[in-house]
């Protein structure tokens, strides 16, 4: 089982580990403890680096499998060994463009559900790009621009992000994230991460976020349309 490091330290660029699994024929190789983001959420796998035995191995991407996260190496140089002793290095400058997109995405949520009482139902993001679909009947130009000002608004305030890993009974208590839909969550999963934006938003998340509002920059919204009678998409660019 991985050690997601990037759980409890967002900003951990590079980090030490162990070798614990090799899939050979797709040159996956799994850790004991890692920094790389695997996917999840609409937020894109990290890439980044391995150097196991003085061999620098480019990571194309991470990937969850069962309860390890594998990195997988391009190149052609033979492959670690089992136990082998690594350095891993995420790619910052991607990650932390996510960190900061993630964070927009959670702010625009905050302040559509506390403005006009809609819920978000699906979102994805590319590194300073993301789109997010919520439940409105309608969607039109002033609209989007009040929403817009009002997300500048939040970051401008520098408000606290917050992280814990709570008990699953202890978050389950909790009257914001039953808004969410924390109650989908498998039954085998003990213990829920949340991501507090205080004063603002709260969710059960696995992703990685900036510390602070203030770090996101400048949010535009660049598009919006209908993806059915409630269904309505918003785009937005982070500068
Ligand atoms: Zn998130």
Redesign the pocket.
């Known amino acids: 089982m991985t050690k997601n490091l990037y759980q409890t330290d967002s900003y951990l660029k590079e980090f030490e580990a162990r070798v614990t699994g090799v899939d050979a024929e797709n040159r996956g190789v799994a850790l004991d403890e890692s920094a790389f983001y695997p996917g999840g959420?609409?937020?894109p796998a990290d890439g980044g680096s391995l150097t196991i035995a003085g061999v620098v191995y480019p990571v194309k991407r991470a990937k969850k499998v069962g309860d390890e996260v594998y990195h997988y190496l391009e190149g052609e140089s033979p492959l670690p060994a089992v136990g082998a002793q690594a350095k891993g290095e995420i790619d910052w400058e991607k990650r932390y463009k996510l960190m900061r997109t993630?964070?927009a995405?959670?702010i625009l949520c905050g302040v559509i559900f506390r403005d006009y009482g809609a819920s978000v139902t699906g979102g994805d993001m590319d590194p300073l790009e993301g789109r997010m679909d919520f439940e409105f009947e309608t969607m039109h130009h002033e609209l989007v621009a009040q929403i817009e000002r009002a997300v500048n608004a939040e970051i401008a305030k520098a408000r606290e992000i917050r992280v814990a890993i709570l008990p699953r009974e202890e978050a389950f208590k909790i009257p914001d994230l039953i808004r969410t839909k924390i109650n989908l969550l498998p039954e085998g999963i003990k213990q829920v991460r949340t991501?507090e934006i205080v004063g603002l938003d709260l969710?059960a998340?696995?992703?990685?976020?900036v510390k602070n509002t203030s770090e996101v920059g400048k949010v535009r919204v660049v598009d919006y349309k209908s993806k059915g009678k409630i269904n309505k998409r918003i785009y937005i660019a982070v500068e």
């Open positions: 959420g609409g937020q993630h964070t995405m959670h991501v969710q998340d696995g992703g990685t976020h």
